[in-house]
Every structure is written in C-alpha cells, then in structure tokens.
C-alpha cells in the first residue's frame, strides 16, 4: 500500500503540470493510426517548446480507433463511472459482493462478436475482450490509479502506466487486482487483469501497428443462497442483522474463468495519400493483417457432492470447459477524400472447444470436442458529408457451421452542433455460445449436446438514438429474435416445492 501512494506523489505532479485547465473528453477519429496524418501532427511538440503541451497530449485511444483527451477533473459527475467495472453500470443489477455477477435489468441483443464464445457469461463482466482494451499517445510519462475498497477483507487497485519512448512508439502496462471476502459466508471474489499494450508508426507513416497481451483470471467462491431465507432473512429477525450469521446451501464450491491473448493489428501503405495545399487526404491504399491468439477456460469445482444439483458421476466434482481460438484477418483499405473508406476482408477462424474425456451414458455418447475452420467474407464503409456520416460493417461466412452472416448500418445527423440523431438497424445469424451446444458435468442432470440439433440464432433490429447536451439522451429499439436458446427447468411443481428443481 506504501509503494501505491508513492506512485500517486510522483505522477500526480505531473497531472497537474500538463493539465493548464479543465477539458471534458473529447472523440474523434484516431490520428495516431492513420498514416497520412502522422506527418502532420506528431505526438509530442519539438524540442525547446515544452509549455505548450497541454493535457490534449495525453491521448486515450480505442478498438475502434476513437480518440479521448485525458480527463483528470474530479467532479460528482463522473461518480457513476466509480465502480468496479470503472463503466456506467445502467440497467445492472448487482449481486450482495462486488466482483460477483449482474443481473441484466435490459437486454440488448445485437451481435457484437462474430463467432460464438466459451459461454458462462455471468463471469465475464470484468473480462476485458479486444474491443474493451484502450493504447495510448502520451508527451511524457502517465499514470492512472484507481482504488476503492470492498466488503469486509480486500481492496481494488486499477494501475496503468503508458510511456513513449520516442514520437511515434508508446506503450502501456496495467494492472487491476481486487478481493472481496463479502458479508455472507463463502461469497469471496477475487480477480487479477494485467494488460500491456504497445503502438507504433514509422517516420514515413507507411507502417504501423497495434498489439496487446492481456492475462486474466476471475475467482469466485459461490455458497448457492440462502437455505432458510423466510426464517432468517425475510423475518427480519434481530439476530441475524449479520449476515454472516446466514445459513447457505452450500461452502464447499468456486468456479473461475482464466483467459490468455495476444493480439496484433499492423498495416502497410501501398499507395501513400497525396497532399493538396490544404493538407487534406486524396487517396490511399492500404494492406492490413490482424492476428488474434486466445486461450480460456472456464471451471466449476466442488469438494463433495450436493444433492441441490442431484446426483453425480464422479466426486470432488470437476468440470473445466477449455476454448482455443486463432484468428488471421487480411485486409484491403481504400480511403478517398470524395467516395470515402472502404475496407474489404477476409476472416479465417480456428477453433477448439474440449473436455478432458468422452462420456458414455445409456442414451448414447456425449462428445467432447468442437473443433473446427470457419471462413468469412467481409467490408466496412465509412462516408462524412457535412454533418452527415454513413457506417456499415458486413460479414458472409463462406465455410463452417458456427456463424452464416451479420450486417450492421448507421446513419447520423447533427443538428447545429447541439443535437445528434442516429439510425442503426442490425441483422445477423450464428448458432448461440459453446455452453450451449456441448457440456459435461460430474453432476448427471448437466450433460449434453446440442450441435447437431439447434438452428442459428437469428436477431433483426431497428434503434433511433437522439443525444443533446441539453435534453439528455434517448434511445428507442425494436427487436425481434428467432431460435432463442437459453437455460429452462423442467422440474415439476412437487420438485419446485421441495427445492429440488436444480437436480
């Protein structure tokens, strides 16, 4: 703790030396990646013009290329980001600790990935996937801390350190590491995230790249509720106004989900934009490659059994579903100041989705792997007129059985630069996440395979967005969804009586 507040003295001065005065966060398209800016506007200023940096020198940057100035205002505006996912936690319902799952008050249903994922996705809250990972472009050295306390025994400590070693190369290192023991017994959650991320262009702006590594593990032990919550907790009984005093199902479980990547997005400029006397882009035409490596495994473990979730095959109970993943992109980029960006792709994505062993039962063979190659076509577009923007993204699988197709649309309008409207509609069809469509459990009731039997799942919707600084913002969506596949009991009311609808 002693070695945090001394990072704190000695980079705060430094907030406060580039920060001449309050700037709210700012976006727009990404410079530092775009080769025809680069000679334009360099990172840092030259030499010998050290006060005019300001905290615009500080640049948060996205996925999706979208820039952010850093804000270092501590205002009781930014109080709904001070949490645990450090994002607005709008429509999400938290469990009794911090670090455990949400509860969706909302559902949006629109596809962000374009394959399926390992599933268990009550535990990847605080998973950070690829388009959740921030680079950076940096004056001089930063550091961003963030700390708060938890329930009972534990803290939580956001690190990040971004550095440039020259104009055109930056990189970050970061921690987050958090354990909550909680107010009920064996409700302990605990996480470690380090991410560390690096970005470069050449002197020339012909090439440049992106690339992460990010290795995470999620830890929580889980206890099932309350076992008597009507005599202990819905009486309101003065003897168990300790909560740790509370009976549960059981204190013998935890699962835990634990991911590795590697990620590199770089490209070349084959034709170099020509520059007019207004330093504005002509045409440009560039070749990219994204390689992406990912490990994770997801696993349910438990000393003995419990008849909560009835029989079993095996004890201590052991259950590890293992996803490995490899995806190679190349790309063809062709910007022009008058037609706009179009980038045409082709997507090749191996998968491997196992369990250690087969399992034979009387009704026949549950397999345990999904393995396979899936190759898609796609192509983004992005146009500016004015105050007019049109985006779209598109993507056809030419081979495989996980995903056939998704496509997605905006179209934006800014009026007097007060007040934004935006169109989107979304429509896309892939088979839901590998939980769904392969398990094996030690426990009897929670083994099965669906790849063979389930139809793609199919989403269709239509959202109108109006954001205005002085009115707020309002979002309205239509959706529709075919072949919805989620988790259903089949117990009978006798069995829901006798608390036995889990087995």
């Known amino acids: 703790m002693k070695h945090c507040f001394l990072l704190f003295f000695m980079f705060y001065g430094i907030f406060l030396v580039a920060q001449d005065k309050p700037v709210l966060l700012e976006k727009r398209r990404d410079s530092a990646f775009r080769p025809n800016k680069a000679a334009q506007k360099l990172p840092v200023p030259p030499q010998g013009a ?16 979208d820039t952010t100035f850093l804000d270092t205002t501590l205002t009781i505006q930014k109080e709904y980001r001070y949490n645990y996912l450090r994002q607005d936690n709008f429509e999400l319902m938290p469990f009794s600790n911090v670090g455990q799952p949400y ?66 190369f930056n990189f970050s290192v970061a921690f987050k590491g958090f354990r909550s023991l909680g107010k009920y017994q064996f409700s302990q959650a605990e ?49 168990f106004a300790d909560r740790s005093r509370l009976d549960v199902v059981f ?55 419990n008849d909560f979730f ?73 146009k500016t007129v004015g105050r007019f923007a049109l985006k779209g993204d598109g993507a056809y699988t030419l081979s495989g059985d996980l995903t056939d197709y998704f496509l997605t649309g905006a179209a934006s ?11 989107t509609v979304h429509t896309s069809s892939r088979l839901p996440d590998y939980n769904y469509l392969l398990y094996q459990s030690e426990y009897e009731n929670y083994n099965w395979q669906n ?20 009115w707020g913002d309002l979002m309205v969506k239509y959706s529709t969804i075919n072949n919805y596949s989620y988790f259903a009991s089949t117990a009978s009311a006798e069995q829901i009586d006798a608390g036995t609808e889990n087995a």
């Open 103 to 168: 509860n969706r008050l909302g559902m949006d249903a629109d596809r962000v990935q374009l394959y399926p994922r390992i599933g268990a996705r009550a535990r990847h809250f605080n998973y950070e996937e690829i388009e959740d990972m921030k680079y950076y472009n940096v004056a001089t050295p930063m550091t961003d801390l963030f700390f708060k306390t938890t329930f009972e025994q534990g803290q939580l400590l956001d690190a990040t350190l971004a550095v440039n070693t020259s104009r055109r």
């Open 451 to 470: 790849d063979q039997l389930f139809e793609s799942q199919q989403v269709n919707s239509l959202q109108f967005d109006l954001t205005s600084q002085v």
């Open 50 to 65: 050290e006060a005019e940096i300001t905290i615009k020198n500080y640049k948060i940057i996205s996925h999706q290329r």
């Open 191 to 239: 996480s470690g995230n380090f991410r560390t991320t690096a970005n470069y262009i050449t002197k020339n702006g012909r090439y440049q790249f992106r690339a992460h590594i990010a290795a995470q593990d999620l830890i929580g032990e889980e206890n099932g509720g309350l076992s008597q919550k009507e005599i202990q907790f819905e009486s309101e009984d003065p003897e």
């Open 413 to 423: 309008l800014r009026i007097k630069n007060t007040i934004d409207m935006r169109a």
């Open 251 to 305: 204190t013998n479980a935890q699962n835990k989900v634990l991911g590795k990547r590697y990620y590199l997005d770089h490209q070349y400029t084959l034709v170099k934009p020509a520059q007019d006397s207004l330093k504005r882009r002509s045409t440009s035409l560039s070749l990219g490659h994204e390689f992406n490596y990912e490990t994770k495994y997801y696993q349910f473990q438990q000393d003995a059994q």
């Open 310 to 382: 009835g029989s079993t095959i095996l004890t201590p109970i052991d259950d590890k579903a293992t996803l490995k993943t490899f995806t190679n992109q190349l790309s063809m980029t062709f910007s022009n100041r008058l037609l706009g960006s179009l980038k045409g792709y082709v997507n090749l994505y191996n998968y491997d989705y196992y369990f250690n062993s087969l399992l034979i039962t009387d009704e026949g063979t549950i397999a345990n792997q999904l393995q396979g190659e899936e190759i898609s076509l796609g192509a983004t577009y992005e």
